[in-house]
């Protein structure tokens, strides 16, 4: 426990897996919270715990995410709460099927839940944070964003547009006090697996971390500044090699000139 508040988090999908511990280590840290979920009665039982555990404030808001107007609220009540000081921007869905076989319904909730939500929030975090001098944002992306042949598509790239949107505001924020952290994790023993219909004991054991595990590694790359976090990966070269290779094409992409394999034979 901590004396020093260290101001409001604000924690979405707080009601199970990786929110919830979100909600535990950020509290032990001194922040009060918001805690943003569908189920009311979890979010309630966490909150309690945490207010006896660490004596911060824990706050609840019911809110479906999928829906654009509950994100539009949520959007004007982060620009406005002066308090706030971080957004953990967490709630996440997967699919039961492919794109093919998932019903349209479905893959339209996971583009609002996964992309939609997560931009509107972080726009609102980035307009309040940049007029205040400071602040931070976690993003939930996932190393499936690094992986898309390791799955069914549409999750993957819903976490890939994560991590662009982290690469692309981070670099905005680079000259401000705004942190800004995308983390990328592996399979984790969470609910989302069940919530889509798969289940994660079928998976080598030595593929699946816990989600404290999860957590606490992800807090030790926010604490470093590090832009991107990958918990699994222990080889930090091979990221640090792609960006390099990534960052030497960059160059390259915008030519009047059209590449020599592309030229229509004369
Ligand atoms: N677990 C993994 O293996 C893994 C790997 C890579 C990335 N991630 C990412 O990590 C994040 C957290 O996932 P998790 O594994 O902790 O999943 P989880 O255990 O299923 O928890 C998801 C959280 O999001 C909330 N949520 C779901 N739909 C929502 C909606 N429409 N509106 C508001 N909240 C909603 C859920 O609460 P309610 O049902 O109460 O709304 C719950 O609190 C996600 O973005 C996920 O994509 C997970």
Do not use: C
């Not at 707080?14 to 979100?22: E, M």
């Amino acid at each position: 426990m901590t004396e020093t508040s260290q101001g409001l988090a604000i924690i979405t999908g707080a009601s199970a897996g990786i929110g919830a511990v979100y909600a535990d280590r950020l509290a032990r840290r001194g922040y009060d919270l918001l805690l943003v979920a569908r189920n009311e009665t979890r979010l309630a039982a966490l909150a309690e715990r945490l207010e006896q555990a660490t004596g911060r404030s824990a706050a609840i808001l019911r809110a479906d995410l999928a829906d654009a107007a509950q994100v539009a609220d949520l959007a004007e009540r982060i620009e406005s709460e002066k308090a706030l000081t971080l957004l953990v921007n967490n709630a996440g869905m997967g699919l039961h099927g492919s794109l093919a076989t998932s019903d349209a319904s479905e893959v339209s909730q996971l583009l609002a839940l996964n992309v939609v939500a997560p931009t509107l929030l972080a726009r609102a975090a980035v307009r309040s944070f940049t007029k205040r001098g400071h602040g931070g944002i976690i993003n939930l992306s996932s190393v499936l964003a690094l992986a898309p042949e390791r799955f069914e598509g549409t999750y993957s790239a819903s976490k890939a547009f994560i991590l662009n949107l982290t690469q692309g505001l981070a670099r905005a924020l680079q000259e401000t006090d705004v942190r800004i952290q995308a983390v990328l994790p592996g399979a984790t023993r969470t609910e989302i697996w069940e919530r889509a219909g798969k289940d994660i004991n079928s998976f080598p054991p030595e593929w699946v971390m816990e989600v404290d595990d999860l957590v606490d590694a992800a807090l030790v790359g926010f604490d470093a500044g590090e832009i991107i976090t990958i918990p699994p990966l222990s080889d930090e070269g091979e990221w640090n090699a792609l960006q390099a290779a990534r960052q030497a094409m960059v160059p390259n992409l915008s030519r009047r000139e059209v590449a020599e394999r592309y030229r229509v034979p004369a």
